[in-house]
């Protein structure tokens, strides 16, 4: 009897895990997925919303425009990576357009023999127009950085920067090889900031005349991105045709109720508090490594955070959830409202939430305990809803609101150095980005 | 029916009616919404007045505008928020003068009054927009961010892209469940960049229903602690919130001069601890009011930490430095970092991953609860220090020997 038990709980597991498995995930990052990945160097501009226009240099996919940051290299865990790297940089008038390289932190990479490059300080290099190719093993999933590991000061300054995402082979609704790391949606944070001196010099006059100026030594960011958008830029869909070198953008959307995992990497030279409003996210892993006691724990070291401190060169991957639990009144109104606002909460499983909605049950149908301000005394947000419930759209004065079609919840998602959050004296913009919580049954492509 | 007895029933009656004509009118210019509270000051305590239950806390915020004093004697223009529980905004007489606007101009308080909660309160918050006297060209409404409160909704969470906010002369009433101890903040989030630069900071933290239960943890019992533990090991014996923050003078100056504000160059040069740099840091009483607001006290708040020997210090420490990352060191005692952003120091499967250090580092909206246990030998007067060792901001502006640093100083 008791393995009969067991051969049933083992294949409902089992039943449960392909549900899990066929829930599509990954739609949140962008990026290229494979084994071999050739990569170029090359010169592009980015755009700021402050109407700024400033020369990076990008890595590009293959023969595609430089990307600010460079392509997302998604691959899977125990893949042998090969990226083949060339160097197309130019100059500014008569100098000399640099070596380029690629480091990848957290990976044991090696140089392909037979396309090995020039020797440089941290790695081999590719010269201008040569090619250089890197191979390492992805052994560990998590969330990675790679970099130029030549002249880093300034190359990393003019963009050459990117993303890794090591899938575990748990699959790809997993951020690691355990069952508490699983999500149902991911989304990349690659923080970034910009002094723009340093890239109108070096169009103006080259890389070479940096050494006439202190601005990499005393380095003062006025620009600050979420992968490689400033705000509101950031919210704007991926691949719009008018950020041609910033092809990636940074709109996290989720259900109440489900796991959000957060993939936060610092890719800049600053610390950067980025705090997430909503609720806690649990810190799973640093650095691709699970915080884990040993192997096999799942995250038991992990902690929560309601600020996620980024250090430069560091990853952090980090589980946010938003649920409404305990409120104390109805996220989906009471029927005094009006007869839309009629909806049940029912709960078979044991937890305290609906079933399919996932509403907290305790709080259905209990009311707002105060009355809101009429419209006259407020000023509304261009992300308010005009309706203090989740999916439901309100009536707002004219002009007013039209951010969220859906009548979702909508919280901020920012630098915590305030400061952080302008595009060269301008507010708002900068590393921001708003979270949109869908109310059920909003598809989230 | 004797005479009190009738006083008493017309008072209910009228309570009854007054809270009713209080939630019809709600929305109406300034008004406070406290449940049993009639005449709209956010207390119990006038006209039969009744708390409706211990857990349910009223809070009426000014926000508006003000002065605060640096240690070096610069006057700093402020925007700021201003306690303004006590003032009747729905007086039974309609004779009495409604003086919240009166009271709420210049009184901004730097930083923003303390509010402390406890784990279960159902927390009204009023705030009133009463405007910046010094600045009529701006309209600018504001809101109240809970930093850090878990599961919130846009509505209430202050965020005014996300929601609503407050226009001036108008008040609006926040209300959160608060389910959760530990330390928090708030801020207003409206042109966050400028308005938190401007000084609209304040401590926030909440405190366990543990508390009351005693727990005896190293031989000694406590009934005080920082989250629900169940061992008492987050006992402590005194606590004492520290907001780490900074000015840029400058921007402050653009600002009192109509302006354009720099927030590019933005770069603090007044580094504080609770609104004050050292030596300010020390003084137990609350700062002398600036003549330039009229006399009102707007630096009440010391960091001044005591605490006898063999005592167990509780320091919540918190940021909402707009500009850059600090650490706080302590020197001569070590602390005992037992939560961090309103956590508990566990993992999930409640594995402790408390750990002792002699400094902390914080950007702006991180907290961490440290303890400190002062030695049982400690000699009554010793003092150590809690200070930046990003030690180019013990300074106050130009002025050496001073800036983000106070003292604990062993009591008799």
């Given at each position: 009897m008791r393995i009969i038990k067991t051969v049933i709980q083992v294949t409902v597991l089992g039943a449960v895990f392909m549900i899990l498995l066929t829930v599509s995930a990954g739609a949140g990052i962008n990026g290229i997925s494979g084994t071999t990945f050739n990569l170029t160097a090359t010169t592009g501009h980015v755009s700021t919303p402050d109407g700024g226009s400033y020369l990076i240099w990008g890595y590009a996919n293959g023969a595609g425009l430089a990307q600010y940051p460079g392509p997302t290299l998604v691959v899977n865990q125990g893949a042998l990576v090969t990226v083949k790297l060339t160097n197309s940089l130019t100059v500014a008038g008569t100098g000399v357009a640099p070596n380029v390289s690629i480091v990848f932190p957290g990976h044991q990479a090696k140089v392909l023999p037979g396309n090995s490059g020039v020797p440089g300080v941290l790695t081999r290099e590719a010269i201008p127009g040569g090619t250089v190719s890197y191979q390492f093993k992805a052994t560990n999933p998590g969330t990675y950085t790679y970099y130029s590991g030549t002249d880093s000061a300034l190359q990393l300054e003019m963009g050459l920067f990117g993303a890794i995402i090591v899938r575990p082979s748990s699959g790809s609704n997993f951020a690691y090889n355990h069952q508490d790391t699983r999500f149902e949606q991911e989304y990349l944070f690659l923080l970034s900031e910009m002094d723009p001196r340093v890239h109108q010099r070096v169009e103006q006059f080259g890389p070479e005349s940096m050494a006439a100026t202190d601005y990499l030594a005393n380095f003062f960011p006025v620009l600050w991105f979420i992968n490689g958008r400033a705000a509101p830029d950031t919210m704007s869909d991926a691949g719009v045709p008018w950020l041609p070198n910033q092809p990636y953008n940074s709109m996290p959307r989720m259900h109440p109720g489900e796991k959000l995992l957060m993939r936060i990497v610092g890719g800049g030279r600053d610390l950067h508090p980025f705090h997430h409003h909503g609720s806690h996210s649990r810190v799973i892993a640093r650095d691709g490594r699970l915080l884990q006691s040993a192997p096999g724990r799942g995250p038991d070291l992990s902690h929560e955070v309601f600020t996620v401190q980024s250090q430069p060169g560091s990853t952090i991957d980090t589980i946010f959830e938003w649920t409404g639990k305990g409120l104390g009144w109805d996220i989906y109104g009471t029927p005094a409202e009006g007869p839309e606002f009629v909806h049940t909460c029912t709960t078979n499983d044991g937890d305290d939430f609906d079933d399919t909605t996932f509403e907290y049950c305790p709080d259905h149908y209990q009311p707002i305990p105060v009355q809101l301000p009429i419209t006259q005394e407020l000023t509304f947000g261009g992300?308010?809803?005009?309706?203090?419930?989740?999916?439901l759209l309100g009536s707002l004065p004219p002009g007013e609101g039209g951010l969220n079609p859906n009548g979702g919840y909508t919280y901020m998602w920012h630098s915590h150095t305030e400061k952080e959050m302008t595009n060269y004296d301008i507010f708002p913009g900068g590393m921001m980005t708003m979270l949109v919580i869908e109310a059920p049954g909003v598809p989230i492509p | 029916m004797t005479t009190k007895l009738k006083y008493t029933i017309i008072a209910v009656f009228l309570g009854g009616f007054m809270s009713m004509l209080t939630v019809r009118s709600a929305n109406a210019g300034i008004s406070v919404q406290c449940p049993g509270d009639i005449d709209g000051d956010a207390k119990w305590d006038t006209m039969g007045e009744v708390q409706p239950s211990p857990n349910i806390k009223c809070l009426h915020l000014g926000a508006g505008d003000g002065f605060v004093t640096m240690a070096d004697g610069l006057s700093q223009y402020i925007f700021g928020f201003s306690d303004l529980t006590g003032i009747p905004t729905n007086p039974v007489n309609p004779a009495d003068p409604v003086t919240v606007m009166e009271e709420g101009m210049l009184a901004a308080t730097f930083p923003a009054p303390l509010i402390v909660l406890d784990e279960g309160d159902e927390f009204y918050l009023t705030l009133t927009n009463v405007g910046m006297a010094i600045r009529p060209d701006l309209f600018d409404p504001h809101t109240v961010h809970y930093h850090g409160f878990p599961q919130a909704a846009p509505i209430f969470d202050g965020v005014p892209d996300a929601s609503i906010s407050i226009n001036m002369g108008s008040s609006l009433t926040y209300y959160y469940k608060v389910n959760d101890p530990g330390t928090y903040m708030y801020h207003c989030h409206v042109e966050a960049a400028e308005h938190m630069q401007m000084g609209m900071l304040g401590n926030l933290y909440v405190r366990p229903v543990q508390n009351g239960t005693p727990y005896v943890y190293k031989s000694k019992t406590y009934d005080k602690f920082v989250y629900n533990d169940g061992d008492g090991s987050t006992g402590y014996d005194q606590e004492y919130p520290i907001q780490i923050g900074s000015f840029d003078s400058e921007f402050h100056n653009a600002s009192a001069s109509v302006q354009p504000l720099p927030f590019a160059l933005m770069l603090d040069d007044y580094p504080m601890l609770n609104g004050r740099g050292y030596p300010d840091t020390i003084n137990p009483d609350p700062l002398s009011a600036p003549?330039?607001?009229?006399?009102?006290?707007?630096?009440?708040?010391?960091s001044l930490i005591t605490g006898a020997a063999g005592e167990r210090i509780l320091l919540r420490i918190s940021s909402l430095d707009v500009t850059r990352f600090f650490t706080l060191a302590s020197m001569g005692v070590s602390m005992t970092v037992v939560g961090m952003d309103a956590k508990l120091l566990r993992g999930p499967d409640g594995k402790n991953m408390y750990y002792k250090t002699n400094s902390v580092t914080l950007g702006g909206g991180e907290s961490v609860d440290a303890i400190i246990d002062i030695p049982a030998d400690a000699a009554p007067g010793t003092r150590y220090f809690l200070y930046t060792t990003n030690l180019n901001y013990l300074a106050n502006g130009t002025e050496a020997?001073?800036?983000?640093m106070t003292e604990i100083v062993v009591s008799i």
């Open positions: 992300f308010y809803s005009g309706s203090p419930f989740l999916g | 003549a330039e607001n009229g006399g009102k006290v707007s630096q009440p708040e010391s020997y001073g800036g983000m």
